[in-house]
């Protein structure tokens, strides 16, 4: 019995080609493919490439997809090919039941039954029944070559006209109602759902007629109607136009998911082959998977109104847990009320190319998405967006990229909400207040160097401790491992030491007084009264808080390989005496490496980190 297609396609996404055919052949990367010497004939040039979902081999003419390969290079029949996929995708081989067999031909009649539908929807188009419909497929401004490619047709002006038509194919009413093409209804035999409509068909990747859309003449309501759910048509896995775009995205068109049919069929007359659409809904986490088999970065492009950018939102929140460092998505926005529709037909190409150029990858874009149209005059304001984004970043499944994206977006915060000194300029976009003098011009900014980033983290490190000298406590030995130069920070690590060594009270005032008398009284007062400091910083942060500050400096400052070496020490320690203090410094050195990996930086999102502080010097 042959598999049923829904199973081979999702054996064919589960099984990455590069990976299986960089088995058996070298792979380099060509652009958004594969290439390298083919398998299956002796070459010195590369000639074979590897695509998303199949391979070619410009020498030999060899050509299939993942099935295909593991046949010819393994000489496995298409069960033992297919077994051995389904083994590493972990998927179970559907069992030939009658049950299997009879969804199969059901399937197959389906599909044959919407053929012949589109088929006749075709034919009634050119008929005089189907002029009106005609002439507003023209008024809006598609070729005759485009009406034919995407199949475009007239239901019938009343109902009753499909029935008749396919009773002579001898297509019965009950295939029509399983095709979706009839409704039930209570009080009489299932009438048609689409009369007096322009047809559009719906197909899926492979190019089957799967289901219809249709558009009523006039003002009648609903607009637009979408065959109901079949064995064939799951509207929250398919796209308009896909067939086409697979094939102009396999040519390096870009691949851009627009809002409606009559969008779609314009940009594919524009030039833009790659454009696609949901059927009348938001789009779905299945259908940006499809997205991602044709391109790692598919743009998603919005109408520039309140409408476009809830929408904007609304898709941003659904895709981040999927997006990775290989595969994301970009936004792009018309502006002045137009849509792809219009602004190919009033500006021509070109304009629509620019939105294109104009997209920002999400990473970008989400801040504003975000924090758009948020107060943050408030103390509670400002800590409910704050919140608000790091909530967002979390939601990326991918902790290189989130940890990334959750610095990005809370250095974007802090400028956006740090207060203004007297004299300092406006930030672009503020006004400046009444009666406040124009800022002085200022130099630009020096660099941000090594030296100045260690600095601002050791002074960042140093202001956590003075401020809360009960953690030394718990860090005195791994404060004493930094590095931190000869200069007055190296000093200022020493007293603090020294007073902890002497049983010194660990409360701020007393240190302060003991480095005061030790000539660092200054040195300490001015890293205390930094305004580039981390909240962890100041009188009234919370114990964990501060510990959570501490050991993010300490192992920006530490690095990764002394961490590893640490953490191993640790341990060590830990076997050896199985005492608590050697536990709870396994466990904060094993934290620290962990964030200092995956990019995961704590509260201290700031200046400190980038060495752009007002004292930001070096240790």
């Not at 059901?106 to 008929?127: C, G, I, N, W």
């Not at 799967?210 to 048509?233: C, H, M, W």
């Not at 504003?368 to 304001?381: H, I, K, S």
């Amino acid at each position: 019995m042959a598999l049923p297609p829904a199973f081979l396609d999702e054996l064919r996404a589960r099984t990455p080609l590069s990976g299986l055919i960089g088995r058996k052949t070298r792979l380099a990367k060509s652009g958004r493919n594969w290439k390298g010497c083919c398998p299956f004939h002796g070459e010195k040039t590369p000639s074979f490439y590897v695509y998303d979902d199949h391979f070619h081999c410009f020498g030999c003419g060899a050509h299939g997809d993942a099935i295909t390969f593991v046949m010819r290079a393994e000489g496995a029949s298409f069960p033992e090919a297919v077994e051995r996929l389904a083994g590493e995708a972990g998927l179970e081989v559907p069992k030939p039941t009658p049950e299997a067999a009879a969804r199969d031909r059901r399937a197959r009649d389906l599909h044959q039954v919407l053929d012949a539908a589109a088929a006749s929807f075709q034919r009634r188009l050119r008929l005089s029944e189907g002029a009106d419909g005609l002439a507003y497929l023209r008024r809006r401004g598609l070729k005759e070559a485009t009406i034919q490619q995407f199949g475009l047709g007239w239901s019938g002006a009343g109902r009753g006209t499909l029935v008749a038509d396919l009773k002579a194919e001898g297509i019965a009413p009950e295939q029509l109602l399983e095709a979706g093409l009839l409704r039930e209804r209570e009080d009489g035999p299932p009438t048609e759902l689409f009369f007096n409509r322009v047809m559009f068909p719906i197909r899926d990747r492979r190019g089957r007629t799967i289901s219809f859309g249709g558009r009523i003449l006039g003002d009648g309501q609903p607009k637009y109607v979408n065959g109901p759910e079949t064995a064939v048509f799951q509207k929250r896995r398919s796209l308009y136009a896909l067939d086409l775009a697979r094939e102009a995205a396999f040519r390096g068109a870009p691949v851009v998911v627009v809002e409606g049919y009559m969008d779609v069929i314009a940009l594919h007359q524009a030039g833009f082959g790659g454009a696609v659409a949901p059927l009348g809904t938001a789009l779905t986490a299945e259908q940006v998977e499809e997205l991602w088999r044709l391109s790692p970065e598919p743009v998603l492009c919005f109408d520039g109104d309140g409408a476009g950018a809830r929408a904007a939102a609304r898709s941003a929140e659904m895709v981040l847990p999927m997006i990775s460092v290989e595969r994301t998505v970009k936004l792009a926005t018309l502006t002045g009320g137009e849509d792809p529709d219009t602004l190919v037909a009033k500006a021509g190409p070109a304009a629509f190319q620019a939105v294109l150029d104009a997209a920002q990858p999400l990473s970008a874009a989400l801040y504003g998405l975000v924090a758009g149209g948020r107060p943050t005059g408030t103390a509670e304001q400002r800590a409910a967006l704050r919140a608000r984004l790091e909530e967002v970043a979390g939601r990326i499944a991918d902790r290189p990229l989130a940890g990334e994206i959750r610095r990005q977006l809370l250095d974007r915060f802090f400028e956006a909400t740090r207060p203004q000194r007297p004299g300092q300029r406006p930030r672009p976009g503020q006004p400046m207040r009444p009666g406040q003098p124009p800022a002085r011009l200022v130099g630009p900014r020096p660099a941000i160097t090594v030296a100045r980033r260690r600095g601002a983290q050791a002074r960042a490190l140093l202001a956590v401790t003075l401020r809360h000298p009960w953690v030394l406590g718990e860090v005195e030995e791994s404060l004493g491992l930094l590095d931190l130069g000869e200069g007055a920070a190296a000093a200022c690590r020493a007293a603090m030491l020294d007073w902890a060594h002497r049983g010194g009270a660990l409360d701020s005032g007393p240190l302060m007084d003991h480095l005061a008398q030790g000539g660092m009284g200054e040195f300490a007062a001015d890293l205390l009264r930094d305004t580039a400091l981390p909240a962890a910083a100041q009188a009234g942060a919370q114990p964990a808080e501060v510990l959570e500050a501490w050991w993010h400096f300490f192992g920006l400052l530490r690095g990764a390989a002394d961490l590893v070496e640490d953490q191993a020490a640790a341990r060590r320690a830990w076997d050896e005496s199985s005492d608590p203090a050697a536990w709870l410094r396994l466990v904060r050195l094993t934290e620290a490496l962990q964030a200092l990996r995956r990019g995961d930086f704590g509260e201290a999102g700031t200046a400190a980190e980038t060495g752009a502080g007002a004292a930001g010097g070096t240790p």
